[in-house]
Structure formats: structure tokens, C-alpha cells
């Protein structure tokens, strides 16, 4: 069935530094890959996304990349500060569908 | 616009009781979402309603069923809560983006 794949499960970067997560997803029908971020408590909400006609989108200090030959997306975030510190979870959806397959997340640290 | 409203917020059940948690969503949205999320884990999906009538099992559902009432509320029933169950549970729409409620936090004991 359909899968999407997250790593890594944790990662503990100083503050200023940049961070790098990466998704592999199975279904080649997939054509919306959002990320949401998920601070203690709350609930997951988008930060970024992007369409499979597009190779790259950057909004302020986030960026994501797509490639759709090998079937990854990642999630970059530069010059972290401590209020980045939550988990990200990666998607993969196919718009003509009705489900979105979550990764696992990976639980981020900015350590000030 | 309240977006997806869920209710309750939090619901402590002794084994083998029931209960429902209400879902409401006021966007217009087709597709509704009902995941549960585990400490430490991701969102694994019980059931979906692609539109107003149907509704579909995702990875999740033994233990739930799901009514959508209507278009805006999608309701999701414990007949026989286990402690299993205690979890966090959200309630989402979707268009292209998922919009999330805030969750019920429920514990089963």
C-alpha cells in the first residue's frame, strides 16, 4: 500500500545552524507533498507544501525540494532558532484521491 | 470561521463504555479526517468521508465507526472503549491542505 518514509526520527541542531529532513513516498500518483509542523499540545499545522510540477518553493527560512524521478522530498529550515523546536511531518497526497499518507516525524531540537 | 471545532477536549472512559466525539467543520470541505495520535508517534488514519454519504476504514479502524451527518459534521463512535484506545484524537478537513482540530485528549482505564 501507499507509504511515505521520514528521517530521521530525531534531530538535535544548535541554534543557527540549518536542518534537513527527508521523505521518500511510494506512490507515483502522489502530487501534493505538504509539511506540518506540530508544537507540544497543539495541533499539526501546514508550513509549507509543494505541487509535483515544481522542483523547489522557499518561503522565509523554509524551503522545500522535490524529486519526483527518485520520489523524495525534503524539508529545509536555515538558520534555526529555538521556537523551530517541534515535530515535522512530512505528506504525500494524491489530489485526485482522498487520502493523505503521513510520515512518521521527526522530532527537532534548537538548542539556543 | 471557526474552522474544525471538535468536542469534547477531553474525556477520561472506564473500560467497556461508549461514547462519541463530535467534528464540525465550516469551510465547505468535502473530505473529512479522523486520525489518532499515539505518544511519541505519527497520525495514523481510522476513517474518512470523501463527501456527504460516504464514508471509508483507513490503516485504523477496528474499534470505531464514523457518521457524517452532514456535510459540515463527521462524528466518530467507541462502542467498547479499550484501554488501547486512550490516545489523541483529530478531527481534519481538506481541500488541498489538511485542516486540523484541536483534539480530544481520551483516556481509557
Known amino acids: 500500500g501507499e507509504n511515505v518514509e521520514q528521517h530521521p526520527s530525531t534531530l538535535s541542531v544548535q541554534e543557527g545552524d540549518s536542518a534537513v529532513i527527508k521523505c521518500t513516498y511510494s506512490?507515483?500518483?502522489?502530487?501534493?507533498f505538504p509539511w506540518y509542523k506540530q508544537e507540544l499540545g497543539k495541533r499539526p499545522q501546514l508550513i509549507i507544501d509543494i505541487r509535483s510540477n515544481v522542483g523547489e518553493k522557499k518561503d522565509q527560512r523554509i524551503a522545500v525540494t522535490l524529486n519526483k524521478t527518485a520520489k523524495h522530498f525534503s524539508l529545509h529550515i536555515t538558520e534555526t532558532q529555538p521556537e523551530d523546536s517541534a515535530v515535522y511531518f512530512c505528506?504525500?497526497?494524491?489530489?485526485?484521491?482522498?487520502?493523505?499518507?503521513f510520515g512518521a516525524g521527526t522530532r527537532l531540537f534548537v538548542k539556543a | 470561521n471557526a474552522g474544525v471545532t471538535q468536542t469534547p477536549k477531553f474525556q477520561v472512559l472506564k473500560t467497556g463504555q461508549s461514547m462519541t466525539l463530535q467534528c464540525a467543520q465550516d469551510?465547505?470541505?468535502?473530505?473529512m479526517y479522523w486520525y489518532r495520535q499515539d505518544p511519541g508517534m505519527g497520525l495514523r488514519l481510522i476513517y474518512y468521508?470523501?463527501?456527504?454519504?460516504?464514508?471509508d476504514k483507513g490503516e485504523v479502524p477496528n474499534g470505531y465507526n464514523v457518521s457524517r451527518l452532514n456535510k459540515r459534521e463527521f462524528s466518530l463512535r467507541l462502542e467498547s472503549a479499550a484501554p488501547s484506545q486512550t490516545s489523541v484524537y483529530f478531527c481534519?478537513?481538506?481541500?488541498?491542505?489538511?485542516?486540523f482540530g484541536p483534539g480530544t485528549r481520551l483516556t481509557v482505564t
Open positions: 505528506a504525500a497526497t494524491y489530489t485526485g484521491g482522498f487520502k493523505t499518507i
Open positions: 468521508s470523501a463527501s456527504e454519504g460516504t464514508t
Open positions: 506512490d507515483s500518483a502522489s502530487n501534493y
Open positions: 481534519a478537513s481538506m481541500d488541498y491542505e489538511q485542516y
Open positions: 469551510m465547505n470541505h468535502n473530505s
